[in-house]
């Protein structure tokens, strides 16, 4: 038994299969923008950061996946509360070196934030990465670390201004601020 088509069925064999291919793109194109916009809203400026070093949107995606898979490997923890308390003593007595000192304030601030991290889970490394781990779980926060870090790292001749390290000190105290708190339920169950 042979099949024959008819150019009528032939056109609507054709027809479907163009729309079933129509169908499939416009569900993957759909896929695609709510992958990105969730990337978007999950990481803020750091998405537009990895989309600028990376090129494409897939390739920067891949790139913040892989940072939130890097940080589901590491212990993370709160501070216990002894560390808490230990930490803001100190973060008291840096900023009142501010005054007489910025510039070996700002450095000592930019210290205290690695050891909180390190203190937290996060492994110790370079700038980057530090703040490509950081960024899984506090994205709103990486501007003002990686403003305050190119402020505390200044080489010599290029020092900063008093206002620029100023600036620098109020970006670790907000970044100082979130770290030293516990972190809610839906923030560690959205960086896992």
Do not use: C
């Not at 670390?145 to 505390?152: D, L």
């Amino acid at each position: 038994m042979s099949f024959q088509f008819t150019n009528i069925q032939l056109t609507f064999v054709v027809f479907g299969l163009f729309l079933l291919v129509a169908l499939a793109v416009g569900l993957y194109l759909k896929h695609r923008k709510n992958r990105t916009l969730a990337f978007r809203n999950r990481f803020g400026s750091e998405y537009d950061r990895a989309l600028l070093e990376h090129g494409s949107s897939q390739k920067a995606e891949a790139k913040l996946a892989g940072r939130e898979t890097r940080v589901e490997t590491l212990n993370i923890r709160d501070l216990g509360a002894m560390e808490q308390e230990r930490f803001v003593t100190e973060w008291q007595a840096v900023q009142a070196r501010f005054v007489d000192h910025p510039k070996s304030a700002v450095t000592e601030a930019s210290d205290l934030i690695n050891a909180i991290l390190l203190a937290r889970g996060y492994p110790q490394g370079g700038f980057e990465q530090r703040a490509a781990d950081v960024s899984v779980t506090y994205p709103r926060l990486m501007e003002n670390y990686r403003m305050a870090n190119s402020i505390a790292v200044r080489p010599g001749r290029a020092d900063a201004s008093t206002e620029e390290l100023r600036t620098a000190m109020i970006q670790y105290r907000a970044i100082f601020d979130e770290l030293i708190q516990a972190q809610k339920p839906q923030e560690k169950k959205s960086a896992a």
